[in-house]
């Protein structure tokens, strides 16, 4: 059977913190870092030579925004998975970070286990907050205040559209979600397509932060593994 590791580019302005990563990551069989950069236009470059399955970004870099990295690595590789790994737990960049499509994120205290499973997780689909950060947005720094457009887009999904935006936001493929619910394959993307549309989301890490702020998904839920 052939095995095939994850490709893995870094990004992170700190020589010393990249080369402890790169040591981390490559003691696992199915791990492999392709290539590092130290700053996000140089990281940008990286990925479009390299083509890997997985960026994990810092935020706070010389010689420009890490949030706005994000934006360009998608925009040159649709399909890559974005994980930030960052010194910040402030609302404000938890907030910018998931809007402009990171899949994860998670502090640079965290154990070696947490990255890890950080890393997998993002890497199967899911999206991944650290339990700090979780228990940040839990909290409610993210709810809707009375009057938002988004509280009143909410009420014009229907039930299964509702049940569908959940197991989005749980991670689940459209396969899994469509087993469960005894619909096909294409009834769920119809559903995705039409509750996307209708709430103005573009990606899996948009809609597991508007189930968040809507109560539609807790801590304990995402700290779950898909089903």
């Known amino acids: 059977m052939t095995h095939t590791s994850a490709h893995i580019v870094l990004v992170e302005d700190h020589a010393i913190l990249r080369e402890g990563l790169r040591a981390l990551i490559e003691l696992e069989s199915d791990?492999?870092?392709?290539?590092?950069?130290?700053?996000?236009?140089?990281?940008?470059?990286?990925?479009?030579?390299?083509?890997?399955?997985?960026?994990?970004?810092?935020?706070?870099?010389?010689?420009?925004?890490?949030?706005?990295?994000?934006?360009?690595?998608?925009?040159?590789?649709?399909?890559?998975?974005?994980?930030?790994?960052?010194?910040?737990?402030?609302?404000?960049?938890?907030?910018?970070?998931?809007?402009?499509?990171?899949?994860?994120?998670?502090?640079?205290?965290?154990?070696?286990?947490?990255?890890?499973?950080?890393?997998?997780?993002?890497?199967?689909g899911q999206t991944y907050l650290c339990p700090s950060v979780t228990a940040r947005v839990v909290s409610g720094y993210l709810r809707p205040k009375s009057g938002d457009p988004e509280s009143i887009n909410v009420e014009q999904i229907t039930g299964r559209e509702r049940e569908v935006l959940t197991r989005v936001a749980l991670g689940q493929s459209n396969k899994l979600?469509?087993?469960?619910?005894?619909?096909?394959?294409?009834?769920?993307?119809?559903?995705?397509?039409?509750?996307?549309?209708?709430?103005?989301?573009?990606?899996t890490a948009a809609v597991t932060r508007f189930a968040i702020r809507h109560g539609m998904v807790t801590a304990a839920d995402l700290d779950a593994p898909a089903q």
Do not use: F, W
Not at 102 to 111: E, Q, R, T
Not at 183 to 202: G, P, Y
């Open 31 to 124: 791990l492999k870092v392709v290539g590092e950069a130290s700053t996000g236009a140089e990281g940008v470059r990286v990925v479009q030579s390299a083509s890997p399955t997985l960026v994990i970004t810092d935020l706070a870099m010389p010689g420009g925004s890490g949030l706005r990295t994000i934006d360009e690595l998608r925009a040159v590789c649709p399909d890559l998975r974005v994980l930030v790994l960052t010194a910040y737990c402030t609302d404000e960049y938890i907030g910018a970070a998931l809007s402009a499509g990171a899949d994860g994120y998670v502090l640079k205290d965290a154990s070696r286990a947490d990255l890890l499973q950080a890393i997998r997780a993002v890497l199967s």
């Open 177 to 203: 979600i469509a087993r469960a619910l005894v619909v096909s394959i294409k009834t769920v993307e119809k559903h995705r397509a039409n509750l996307m549309r209708k709430l103005t989301l573009h990606n």
